[in-house]
């Protein structure tokens, strides 16, 4: 004994009608659900965007040089720590030429 579409919909028209509070309690609930997950993916999405905004403003073309006693590499490496070669002429012209390729240059004191 199957139902027919109508018939169904008008019992279930009926009994949304018979019990109006819980209906609105339903409807209410259900949209604030839905509410608060769009907005939580609208936060989620907004913050990744400013963090992200924030990296690239912060590092992509940052260069710290600081001050210290560092370890030269063994002649098979090629170089000295950090890529620069072990000989001070060079390492002066490295940091020449890296100097050319820089926009800004900002002092950073620390402490």
């Not at 509070?21 to 259900?30: E, K, P, R, S, V």
């Not at 907004?46 to 210290?68: C, K, S």
Request: with cysteine; glycine share 10%; proline share 4%.
């Amino acid at each position: 004994m199957a139902m027919s579409i109508g018939s169904s919909l008008t019992i279930a028209l009926r009994a949304l009608s018979r019990n109006k509070l819980q209906t609105a309690l339903t409807t209410i609930g259900m949209t604030i659900g839905v509410a608060t997950v769009l907005t939580m993916i609208a936060l989620g999405t907004g913050a990744e965007a400013a963090i992200e905004q924030q990296v690239r403003a912060a590092g992509m073309n940052l260069i710290i040089v600081t001050a210290g006693n560092y370890k030269p590499k063994t002649e098979d490496d090629g170089g000295g720590e950090h890529g620069l070669p072990r000989e001070p002429r060079n390492a002066a012209d490295h940091c020449k030429t890296l100097l050319k390729k820089l926009n800004l240059l900002t002092p950073l004191s620390i402490g």
